[in-house]
Nanobody
């Protein structure tokens, strides 16, 4: 059974940094794509970043390019999201997701497994 557990959310001021982590368990993820999504109140869930576990290729939403970095730790089976220069509009619940295969997708419906989410609140 696949289990994804996010951690690292919290309350920060605008301009601050935060690192989220996703602990993955239940199977071998070397043929999976791992993604981070976020959902603000009253809005749809949106793509933030993704990484191919095997080759390490990454992709980012335009809004976070240059500020966010997604990376994996094979020894710990974790995928992390380093977020810098956060702004209040990025207040949301951040979710980790997993998708079998070698190719990423920005669409939440393409991901089979989801964590419970972690709240990120950025104050102005």
């Amino acid at each position: 059974q696949v289990q994804l557990v996010e951690s690292g959310g919290g309350l920060v001021q605008a301009g601050a940094s935060l690192r989220l982590s996703c602990a993955a368990s239940g199977r071998t993820f070397n043929r999976y794509v791992m993604g981070w999504f976020r959902q603000a109140p009253g809005k749809e869930r949106e793509f933030v970043a993704r990484i191919s576990w095997s080759v390490g290729s990454t992709d980012y939403a335009d809004s976070v390019k240059g500020r966010f970095t997604i990376f994996r730790d094979n020894t710990r089976n974790t995928v992390s999201l380093q977020m810098n220069s956060l702004n209040p509009e990025e207040t949301a619940v951040y979710y980790c997701a997993a998708r079998p295969g070698m190719f990423g997708s920005p669409w939440p419906s393409d991901y089979d497994y989801w964590g419970q989410g972690t709240q990120v609140t950025v104050s102005s």
